[in-house]
């Protein structure tokens, strides 16, 4: 019986470590834009930030005019490179800000 205890035991603690670095490899970035207020002016924009390097995920919050991007931890996602294709897509950028906890469109907390 004790024999069972420690491989469940080893189990759950390989899985919450495994769970850890899986978490811990994505970064979220929020891009700020002025401007965007139609699906149809967002869609530009989005599929461009899906093909940067690393950027595994974007979301589109049109209410607050932001994109949400989750990014493998590995790549960097420059401020001026997502500045130039808000820009060339005919709006205004107003910021680019990394966070730590990915962003739920249903969380209208900020």
Not at 52 to 76: I, M, P, R, Y
Request: aromatic residues 10%; hydrophobic residues 40%; contains cysteine.
């Amino acid at each position: 019986m004790k024999n069972i205890i420690r491989f469940f035991t080893a189990i759950m603690g390989a899985t919450l470590l495994f769970a850890g670095t899986v978490l811990a490899d994505e970064t979220h970035y929020r891009v700020d834009v002025e401007g965007m207020n139609c699906p149809f002016c967002a869609y530009g924009i989005e599929k461009k930030l899906k093909r940067l390097d690393g950027v595994e995920k974007v979301e589109v919050d049109l209410t607050h005019g932001q994109f949400w991007l989750k990014v493998d931890d590995t790549a960097e996602v420059s401020e001026e490179t997502v500045s130039t294709i808000v820009r060339d897509a005919g709006f205004t950028f107003k910021g680019l800000t990394q966070h730590d906890e990915p962003h739920s469109l249903s969380d209208d907390s900020e």
